[in-house]
């Protein structure tokens, strides 16, 4: 939010993108209108493919990402990844909010990453939690509704949960796992032996559909 709150000052026609997945919490469609209210801009919406979504559920079941972490992955392929590469051709460059502390993964995070198509900006990876809480109070920035009940990381509803003091920011992500990365594979690739197994998996559930 800090972002969009900076970005729309400059330019009040940037183009602002969310993901929604299918699984989001009813607070952030709430928090959706609060933003559209707030700065009278379009939030362009970004949905999974949903004959991919059809055959993933068919396939795994509606809840297939509690089962394993390849399972969790494929999961967020179809409903985040895809989509999101999709949208993204439509780009030369795009801002987002990953921050260094943010956890383990993020630590060596580069501000902009050229290697990326489209190019990725990301303005706050120098950014403390700290600093965020004071932008956002000083400049009367909407805040996600979740964040007062103990959430410090918002994703899809059954893989979110609050987290306790002392908790890293994103230990709230995928709770049940021990031992993985608490990302989703839009930002970070996961190591080699989880991705071919999400490979395999993704393949499997593209090729039901050509069937
Ligand atoms: S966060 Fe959970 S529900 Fe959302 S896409 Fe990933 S695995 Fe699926």
């Known amino acids: 939010m800090v972002i969009l709150d900076m970005a729309v000052r400059v330019d009040p026609a940037i183009r602002v993108l969310t993901l929604d997945t299918g699984r989001l919490p009813e607070q952030t469609y709430r928090m959706i209108e609060s933003v559209r ?7 362009e919406t970004v949905s999974p493919d949903g004959g991919e979504v059809e055959r993933m559920m068919a396939e795994h079941g509606p809840n297939l990402f509690y089962r394993d972490i390849a399972s969790r992955m494929l999961c967020c392929q179809i409903r985040k990844v ?7 051709r439509e780009f030369q460059a ?3 909010g990953l921050r260094r502390d943010q956890n383990e993964t993020r630590a ?21 939690s700290a600093q965020v809480e004071a932008y956002t109070r000083d400049n009367d920035v909407p805040v996600h509704p979740l964040y007062a009940a103990g959430y410090s990381s918002i994703g ?6 609050a987290i306790a003091a002392g908790e890293e920011e994103r230990a709230g992500r995928w709770w049940w796992e021990e031992g993985a ?10 190591d080699g032996r989880a991705q071919r197994k999400v490979d395999v998996m993704l393949e499997e559930v593209l090729a039901g559909g050509r069937g």
């Open 37 to 43: 209210e707030r700065y009278g801009i379009v939030v």
């Open 82 to 88: 895809r989509p999101l590469e999709r949208k993204l």
């Open 94 to 96: 795009y801002l987002v």
């Open 108 to 128: 060596t995070l580069e501000q902009i990453d050229y290697d990326a198509v489209p190019v990725k900006v990301a303005p706050l990876a120098e950014w403390t």
């Open 156 to 161: 899809c509803e059954p893989c979110t949960r």
């Open 181 to 190: 990365d608490k990302e989703c594979g839009l930002h970070f690739t996961p």
